[in-house]
């Protein structure tokens, strides 16, 4: 059983979607894309600097923009992985991907989730720290004491934190034994309590989006179960913007059902990296541009076994 994973927030780099436009028919599909999404992807993606396109509410239609673009380079020759899932925004390629929504509203949702995030991330000086290794029971224990939320369970032993500025601060200062704590370069809490004002902007805007049963194999960041309704589904991606990721489960769930290899879609390597360590022996391949694709066509055919 193979897989395709969508990346999410700080995947983006300067320049990435630069060779993309080589291909046949990406510039129009950007084009269309940026009109949904209120944001010029093109630009975003070619020339914009690294402090521009980290902005909440233009890094997530550009990542999602270019799951998608990816997603259609890839299946165009007809195959098409078993199953998706995405972490944290990339859900929303992952909804597109496995038709719950059209491209269309897939960008609009975007769009609006991420200027909704930005608005509310304003709200209060917040951000989230990566904590990497120690003992899992230790660090939640150090996030409790310091009112921290543990937002993403990314696996491999990485758990990102998020909260105020100064208890993140506190927390880099005295570290859990075994740690290393690194500042993420994100606008806010993202996947906590502090993005509840975005949660009922974004609920507002699903509500009239038509939903259609998934037609692959879905897995939620929720906690890693799979999703066979698609009105669920998208309530599920509504709620999670103040909820904890829970790509750890979604890993363990991609064991359990015997996944055998995973593509992870542009702006890629994220996602590879941590199942490398949390899905240890299951081939992978990074799509980050055009001349990966190859590889990931022999992924899903079986020719690079």
Same mark, same amino acid.
């Given at each position: 059983?193979?897989?395709?994973?969508?990346?999410?927030?700080?995947?983006?780099?300067?320049?990435?979607?630069?060779?993309?436009?080589?291909? @046949?028919?990406?510039?129009?599909?950007?084009?269309?894309?940026?009109?949904?999404?209120?944001?010029?992807?093109?630009?975003?993606?070619?020339?914009?600097?690294?402090?521009?396109? /980290?902005?909440?509410?233009?890094?997530?239609?550009?990542?999602?923009?270019? %799951?998608?673009?990816?997603?259609?380079?890839?299946?165009?020759?007809?195959?098409?992985?078993?199953?998706?899932?995405?972490?944290?925004?990339?859900?929303?390629?992952?909804?597109?991907?496995?038709?719950?929504?059209?491209?269309?509203?897939?960008?609009?949702?975007?769009?609006?989730?991420?200027?909704?995030?930005?608005?509310?991330?304003?709200?209060?000086?917040?951000?989230? %720290?990566?904590?990497?290794?120690?003992?899992?029971?230790?660090?939640?224990?150090?996030?409790?004491? =310091?009112?921290?939320?543990?937002?993403?369970?990314?696996?491999?032993?990485?758990?990102?934190?998020?909260? %105020?500025?100064?208890?993140?601060?506190?927390?880099?200062?005295?570290?859990?034994?075994?740690?290393?704590?690194?500042?993420?370069?994100?606008?806010?809490?993202?996947?906590?309590?502090?993005?509840?004002?975005?949660? @009922?902007?974004?609920?507002?805007?699903?509500?009239?989006? @038509?939903?259609?049963?998934?037609?692959?194999?879905?897995?939620?960041?929720? +906690?890693?179960?799979?999703?066979?309704?698609?009105?669920?589904?998208?309530?599920?991606?509504?709620?999670?913007?103040?909820?904890?990721?829970?790509? +750890?489960?979604?890993?363990? %769930?991609?064991?359990?059902?015997?996944?055998?290899?995973?593509? @992870?879609?542009?702006?890629?390597?994220?996602?590879?990296?941590?199942?490398? /360590?949390?899905?240890?022996?299951?081939?992978?391949?990074?799509?980050?541009?055009?001349? +990966?694709?190859?590889?990931?066509?022999? =992924?899903?055919?079986?020719?690079?076994?």
């Amino acid at each position: 059983m193979i897989i395709a994973v969508f990346p999410g927030q700080g995947s983006q780099t300067p320049g990435f979607l630069t060779p993309w436009l080589d291909r @046949e028919g990406s510039r129009a599909l950007l084009e269309e894309y940026s009109e949904y999404a209120g944001v010029d992807l093109i630009a975003a993606g070619t020339a914009w600097d690294a402090d521009r396109i /980290r902005d909440t509410q233009v890094a997530q239609p550009l990542i999602v923009a270019a %799951s998608l673009l990816s997603w259609q380079a890839l299946t165009e020759s007809g195959t098409t992985p078993a199953g998706v899932a995405g972490h944290s925004v990339g859900e929303i390629a992952a909804l597109v991907a496995a038709g719950v929504l059209t491209a269309a509203d897939g960008m609009r949702l975007v769009g609006i989730r991420g200027r909704a995030m930005a608005e509310a991330a304003g709200l209060e000086a917040t951000g989230m %720290s990566a904590v990497l290794g120690g003992d899992e029971a230790v660090v939640l224990e150090r996030l409790e004491a =310091l009112d921290l939320t543990p937002a993403n369970y990314n696996g491999g032993g990485q758990i990102v934190a998020a909260g %105020s500025l100064p208890a993140l601060g506190e927390l880099a200062a005295d570290a859990p034994r075994g740690t290393r704590v690194i500042p993420l370069q994100v606008a806010g809490a993202f996947h906590t309590r502090f993005m509840a004002p975005a949660v @009922e902007i974004l609920r507002t805007a699903a509500a009239d989006v @038509e939903a259609s049963a998934p037609a692959l194999t879905l897995w939620s960041n929720r +906690d890693g179960g799979v999703v066979t309704d698609g009105r669920a589904a998208v309530d599920l991606l509504v709620a999670q913007v103040a909820n904890p990721v829970r790509w +750890d489960l979604c890993m363990s %769930s991609f064991a359990a059902a015997g996944v055998t290899g995973i593509v @992870e879609l542009a702006p890629a390597g994220t996602l590879v990296g941590l199942a490398k /360590r949390g899905l240890r022996g299951v081939p992978s391949v990074a799509v980050k541009t055009p001349d +990966d694709l190859p590889a990931a066509a022999g =992924l899903l055919t079986g020719e690079n076994a």
